[in-house]
């Protein structure tokens, strides 16, 4: 194979410079090392024969660089590379922005992640024979390129020396199946961002996204599901219907689109960077989890943060760090080791908090249920019981929470509470303020009058004037089965809800909102125990939650 000519780089355009510079000072990054060149439309050969193309921004400077891997669905356009590539190439990184299988200029079919693990491997081959290439390699990257250097670490090449992942999964399945309910907001916005991405340019691109969820949200009212994608146009999207025909996250058929192996065996230093109302922050704490339990050199920051809403102010920085203290460029001072494994954004107080670890230690504290609606700091002594009904056909709505729109994250959920098929539960004014560190503990019980049916679980801060604030939520799916037994009282329902990081202010009061479902961020229950995909009609349920006596319905906070 014949080595690319350093020569044929092309200077960064003026407007781009000029780009970079106001974002450095915006970000606060160190002072860059000199200008940067391109290598534009670089081609890198797969062993099926398919060709990846890439474009390569080099610092000025002569010799080869410790590089920076980005494998991207999402194009090479200018916007990306300002913000992802030059601010690290300016700083002494040759950084690869490479378009993924079948996107972009890109040889083969686009198939979500299933190529990314083998056309990983195949880039740094390509990589090993570029005189720019020092030998020390990184990757970096938010979302759908956090799951491709998860794919390359399921092997990581011994050049392979720091990972910086923002906002991403290393399993794709259960991102698309939170709590067992297919997540029908998140997978019909990013399907028709990829099906039209190429067809739009950029500025129309955006426009797209940001009205994604206005204009989708008829289509997603309509059944059956199966056939969606089509309606949304653009390029064929065959894996959507694909996945509405896989609900049991056991079957074979999921094992292509999850790297978890790699999160329990790679020992590569890690930077992972999420946001408390990300749709992937589970994830992020799993894998922090992971790599800690087993003495791997990784950090954590948690943000405020939505999918599309996460701070390069924060994460850049911090990026550029993290990446100067495994791969230190010549001429640049290192950067000290990460003094804090952990810093995480308390909402509520509105402060980062730098942390040895996640979850911290922490003191429970329990409210219980009262059928008038409070949550008492003791439970009831005599038996109550408050009842809903959820009519799928009329589906309690989704404000809010971890999607890909601009509604995500934290809202007033007082239209929501007034509805008839919503409940909530809410603690006196605290005298004193209650911060939250961890998962909160949910335990109700609840008799349903039909087995096939969904809890939607919702902590929210009430605010002296009655603003209802969401912080962390789940979809609990009801598992039918003991609904077919012969009554015996109520079934007991636990869960932990995400983890949160927050302070109920002195004066604020606590909320615990239960409904039915939260559509269309989750496909809704239609209570037919039909396939999600293929079911036309729906069968309401009626929900009776007890309380008090001998069935003591509770939430559990971690205080700190």
């Known amino acids: 194979m014949s080595r690319l000519d350093r020569t044929s780089a092309e200077p960064l355009p003026r407007a781009a ?63 990306f590379a300002v913000s992802m590539a030059v601010p690290f190439a300016e700083r002494g990184y040759a950084v690869v922005m490479q378009s993924v ?39 970096l990257g938010p979302s759908y390129l956090g799951y491709t250097q998860w794919a390359l670490a399921l092997d990581p090449p011994p050049e392979l020396k720091a990972m910086v992942l923002h906002i991403g999964p290393h399993d794709l399945a259960q991102a698309g199946m939170i709590d067992g309910a297919f997540q029908l907001t998140n997978l019909s916005i990013w399907t028709d961002l990829i099906a039209h991405q190429e067809q739009v340019g950029f500025l129309r691109g955006l426009i797209r996204l940001g009205t ?68 992937f922050v589970e994830q992020t704490l799993y894998q922090y ?53 952990v810093q995480v954004f308390v909402t509520g107080a509105r ?3 730098k942390l040895p670890d996640w979850p911290p230690a922490t003191a429970d504290r329990t409210w219980y249920l009262a059928p008038d609606g409070r949550l008492a700091d003791e439970a009831p002594a005599e038996a ?31 239209e929501l509470e007034a509805r008839d098929d919503v409940r909530t539960f809410t603690t006196p004014a605290l005298r004193k303020p209650v911060e939250v560190q961890g998962g909160v503990k949910v335990r109700l019980h609840i008799e349903s009058d039909n087995p096939y049916a969904d809890l939607f679980l919702r902590i929210c801060d009430v605010e002296p004037n009655g603003k209802s604030i969401n912080l962390t939520d789940r979809l609990v799916r009801l598992d039918p089965a003991p609904a077919e037994q012969p009554s015996k009282g109520p079934r007991v329902v636990e869960t932990t809800l995400p983890d949160t990081a927050h302070r109920f202010r002195a004066g604020h009061r ?24 293929e079911a036309t009609h729906g069968v309401p349920v009626t929900h009776r939650i ?15």
Not at 55 to 63: A, E, F
Not at 386 to 395: A, E, G, I, S, V
Not at 546 to 560: D, E, H, W
Request: hydrophobic share 35%.
């Open 101 to 139: 299988r079948g996107t972009f200029g890109s040889g083969g079919e686009f198939s979500p992640v299933v190529h990314e693990e083998h056309d990983g491997q195949d880039t740094v081959v390509w990589l090993r024979e570029q005189p720019w290439f020092d030998g020390r390699l990184a990757t």
């Open 212 to 279: 994604a969820e206005q204009r989708l949200t008829p289509f997603l009212g309509d059944l059956p599901l199966q056939g969606l994608a089509e309606r949304f146009g653009g390029n064929p999207a065959p894996w959507f219907d694909e996945w509405l025909s896989h609900p049991d996250l056991e079957d074979p058929y999921w094992d292509r689109y999850r790297a978890t192996p790699a999160v329990h065996s790679s020992t590569v230093p890690t930077l992972l960077i999420g946001g408390w109302q990300d749709w």
């Open 510 to 533: 606590i909320r615990l909102q239960v409904s039915g479902g939260a559509h269309p961020r989750y496909a809704r229950n239609l209570g037919t125990g039909e396939p999600v995909g």
């Open 384 to 414: 109550g019981e408050t009842t809903f009904r959820y009519d799928p056909m009329d589906p309690t709505p989704s404000v809010g929470g971890r999607v890909l729109a601009g509604s995500a994250g934290q809202r007033d959920n007082r």
């Open 289 to 341: 989890a992971a790599l800690r339990d087993r003495g791997v050199d990784v950090g954590m920051t948690i943000g405020p943060w939505a999918h599309l809403a996460i701070d390069p102010a924060v994460t850049t920085p911090e990026s550029l760090a993290w990446l100067n203290t495994h791969l230190p460029v010549a001429g640049a001072e290192p950067s000290e080791p990460r003094k804090a494994r």
């Open 351 to 353: 402060t980062w908090r």
């Open 17 to 79: 410079r000029l780009a970079a510079a106001a974002l450095g000072r915006r970000w606060k990054l160190p002072a860059p090392l000199g200008p940067v060149k391109v290598l534009r439309d670089q081609d890198a050969p797969m062993r099926d024969g398919t060709t990846l193309r890439a474009d390569v921004y080099l610092p000025s400077t002569d010799g080869p660089h410790p590089t920076v891997l980005l494998r991207s669905p999402y194009g090479r356009g200018a916007a």
């Open 546 to 560: 007890c309380s008090g006596g001998a069935a003591p319905s509770s939430i559990t906070l971690p205080a700190v």
